[in-house]
């Protein structure tokens, strides 16, 4: 059974950093692409930033040069490092392991961990 854990979420000031990593079971991250989403109240889910299996990694505008995204094969987890947080960065964050196999893929989902970015 394959399961995506987040964790790292809580309470942070304004300006201030957090690390959530993503830990798998059931599968090797190191052959899945890798993104970190999230999601506040009302609104729809978003792409945070992605790294490829081999490394390659991309960022939503509203993250750049604020958060990074890793990943540690060794340990099969996913981390996202943010800094700076803004008010903004309020949400519920969610992994995502993908493999396109063929015709088919695989897309799995964590059950995401919340962030809260308040004084």
């Known amino acids: 059974q394959v399961q995506l854990v987040e964790s790292g979420g809580g309470l942070v000031q304004p300006g201030g950093s957090l690390r959530l990593s993503c830990a798998a079971s059931?599968?090797?991250?190191?052959?899945?692409?890798m993104g970190w989403y999230r999601q506040a109240p009302g609104k729809q889910r978003e792409l945070v930033a992605t790294?490829?299996?081999?490394?390659?990694?991309n960022y939503a505008d509203f993250v750049k040069g604020r958060f990074t995204i890793s990943r540690d094969n060794a340990k099969n987890t996913v981390n996202l490092q943010m800094s700076t947080l803004l008010s903004e960065d309020t949400s519920v964050y969610y992994c995502?392991?993908?493999?396109?196999?063929?015709?088919?893929?695989?897309?799995?989902w964590g059950q995401g961990t919340q962030v809260t970015v308040s004084s």
């Open positions: 059931g599968i090797a991250l190191r052959i899945y692409d």
């Open positions: 995502r392991a993908t493999r396109a196999r063929g015709f088919f893929s695989d897309d799995y």
């Open positions: 790294i490829t299996s081999n490394g390659n990694t």
